[in-house]
């Protein structure tokens, strides 16, 4: 009767992780999906900014028309006391 009850105590130990696990491994792939989502809609975003700003070709007119890029390390912040 004692390794009966052990048994059974055994199997709805495993019952309760098993279901435990199935639950975390759905929540996971549920997470991992909407992450694939948000990151083709984040590439989406990326090519219809980079679209729209043109960021190469801005940066080559500013080189044409004489325009002299910022030397960061001569870039001092001015505080007020």
Request: charge should be positive; glycine fraction near 2%; avoid cysteine.
């Amino acid at each position: 009767m004692k390794y009966f009850v052990g048994f059974i105590t055994l199997m709805l130990a495993n019952l309760l992780y098993s279901s435990y696990t199935i639950k975390v491994s759905k929540e996971y792939t549920k997470k991992v999906s909407m992450l694939k989502q948000e990151k083709e809609k984040n590439m989406k975003l990326k090519a219809l900014i980079e679209k729209e700003v043109n960021y190469k070709t801005a940066k080559e007119y500013t080189n044409k028309a004489g325009y002299i890029t910022v030397d960061w390390s001569k870039v001092r912040v001015v505080r007020s006391q």
